[in-house]
Structures are given as structure tokens and as C-alpha cells.
């Protein structure tokens, strides 16, 4: 009797671990077809960036917007125009050499919530300059807005 109640209780326990990791596999599947954890870390970057008083107010009309945008085409609410993402450059560029490192550049998007650290970027071994890097900040902006 005791071998069975434990091989039972043993099935038992396998079977909640499969589930829960049925269920862990789902949820992340879920996340990333929707890209639910992009869209949490651009919006937790624009509530850095702007700091409002009403933060819960701020986020529900930066999801009004989207929802809007996508319904009628209007552009997608960037909460960082070309003056933001040059002010931005001229930080890093602390030396004034007109140009950044790819590594920095990567950090910079890693901070704004564009690019993941396990993201693969092509270096092409040039400085990224101040024109690329707001192409490329406008770029990865609207890639990740329209994907929701």
C-alpha cells in the first residue's frame, strides 16, 4: 500500500511540474508574441524620461494614443522628438568628436527601451554619428510602436 501511495504521490508531483512548466512555456509564448515586455520597458522608459505627476494617468493616454494611431494611422506617440534624441547624442559625445562608439550607441538603446541586451546590432566599425543615431532611435521608435 505505501509503495503505491508513494509511486502515486511521485506521479503526483511530476505531472504539477510538467503543468507548471506547460504554463511557464505558454506565458512566455504569449509575452513574446505580443511583445508585452517590449512594450512594458518602453513605457516604463517614457515614464523615466518625463517623470509625471499623474504616472498612471500618463501611461493610460500613451495606450489611448496607441490604440488611436493603430485604428486610424495617425503617427505613434514618440515620447522623444529629434532635439531629445540630439540633447541625448551631445551627452555621450562628451568630447565633441561628432561621433559616438557602437557601444555606446547600444547602451543608449538598451536605456531608451529600443534594443535588448541579447539583441545582435551590426557594427560596421564606424563612429555612429549624430544623424544615424536619431534615424536609427526614430526607426526602432516606430518598429516598436506598430508592432502592437
Known amino acids: 500500500m505505501a509503495v503505491t501511495l508513494r509511486?502515486?504521490?511521485?506521479?503526483?508531483?511530476f505531472g504539477a511540474m510538467e503543468a507548471n512548466s506547460s504554463r511557464e512555456l505558454e506565458a512566455?509564448?504569449?509575452?513574446?508574441?505580443?511583445?508585452?515586455?517590449?512594450?512594458?520597458?518602453?513605457?516604463?522608459s517614457a515614464?523615466?524620461?518625463?517623470?509625471p505627476e499623474k504616472p498612471r494617468e500618463?501611461?493610460?493616454?500613451?495606450?489611448?494614443?496607441?490604440?488611436?494611431?493603430k485604428v486610424s494611422?495617425?503617427?505613434f506617440p514618440f515620447f522623444m522628438d529629434n532635439s531629445n534624441i540630439a540633447a541625448m547624442?551631445?551627452?555621450l559625445d562628451s568630447s565633441n568628436k561628432g561621433s559616438i562608439s557602437f557601444i555606446q550607441y547600444k547602451e543608449a538603446l538598451k536605456t531608451l527601451g529600443l534594443?535588448?541586451?541579447?539583441?545582435?546590432?551590426?557594427d560596421d566599425g564606424h563612429g555612429i554619428t549624430c544623424e544615424k543615431f536619431m534615424c536609427e532611435v526614430n526607426k526602432k521608435t516606430q518598429e516598436i510602436w506598430s508592432a502592437f
Open 73 to 75: 494611422g495617425v503617427a
Open 28 to 44: 512566455r509564448n504569449y509575452l513574446e508574441k505580443h511583445r508585452i515586455m517590449e512594450l512594458l520597458t518602453y513605457l516604463a
Open 7 to 13: 509511486g502515486r504521490l511521485a506521479t503526483s508531483q
Open 115 to 122: 534594443c535588448t541586451a541579447d539583441e545582435v546590432l551590426k
Open 89 to 91: 547624442f551631445q551627452m
Open 47 to 51: 515614464l523615466l524620461f518625463f517623470r
Open 58 to 69: 500618463y501611461l493610460i493616454s500613451i495606450l489611448e494614443r496607441l490604440r488611436t494611431a
